[in-house]
């Protein structure tokens, strides 16, 4: 069995221990577990990733075999449970400072940076595209924020404080791209000489 230290516990991988310290599960109920609570919203953890960390997770010990429908059946149908190393591994992933010390670069912002160098037209083209897409997010999240309350039965929740950020972020973008909608006509050249953006 392999010192937890020596193999760095990835994202996926802390999602799985979380989720199989809930209950015992097979990979295919992990990832509908997954999908049903919108998890890769806020994680990036792919189906093939969910599998691939079973079999880490339980070659270096942070999870076991509970029980099996086909002892010959790969991750998909042997089920597993968190072991008490595998919590102490999370609880000890948990207090990493890098979890608030970073901060995230979403690509629209990459694209905002590097927009004054589109053709002309693009940009509000654009900037009503992502107008489209936060208005279609916020009306989900808004309804998926809705049907958690309502579940968790109160507001106190990770789940519900999780979503609504996303809504909250999602409105304040939403705000911020009518207001350079607005501004766009007025936008001009730095006069800084050495800004070189046009």
Do not use: C
């Not at 979890?99 to 927009?115: C, E, G, I, N, Y």
């Not at 958690?148 to 609504?164: D, M, N, P, T, Y």
């Not at 973008?173 to 000489?193: D, G, H, S, T």
């Amino acid at each position: 069995m392999k010192n937890v230290s020596s193999e760095k516990l990835t994202t996926p991988d802390l999602v799985l221990l979380s989720l199989l310290a809930e209950r015992p599960m097979h990979g295919y109920q992990a990832n509908t577990l997954l999908e049903f609570r919108k998890v890769r919203d806020w994680a990036g953890v792919s189906r093939p990733q969910v599998y691939y960390s079973l079999e880490k997770l339980a070659r270096i010990g942070l999870i076991r075999a509970a029980a099996s429908e086909d002892e010959t059946g790969g991750p998909e149908r042997r089920v597993f449970e968190t072991t008490a190393r595998g919590r102490s591994a999370l609880a000890d992933a948990l207090e990493r400072e890098d979890w608030t010390d970073q901060k995230p670069r979403p690509p629209f912002l990459t694209w905002v940076a590097l927009s004054w160098q589109s053709r002309p037209g693009v940009f509000l083209k654009q900037l009503r595209r992502r107008e489209k897409f936060l208005t279609r997010e916020l009306a989900e999240a808004q309804k998926i924020l809705a049907d958690v309350q309502k579940e968790v039965g109160h507001r106190f929740h990770e789940a519900v404080w999780i979503l609504s950020l996303n809504v909250a972020q999602t409105r304040t973008e939403l705000r911020w791209i009518r207001k350079v909608a607005r501004e766009f006509p007025r936008r001009a050249a730095a006069q800084n000489p050495q800004y070189q953006s046009s």
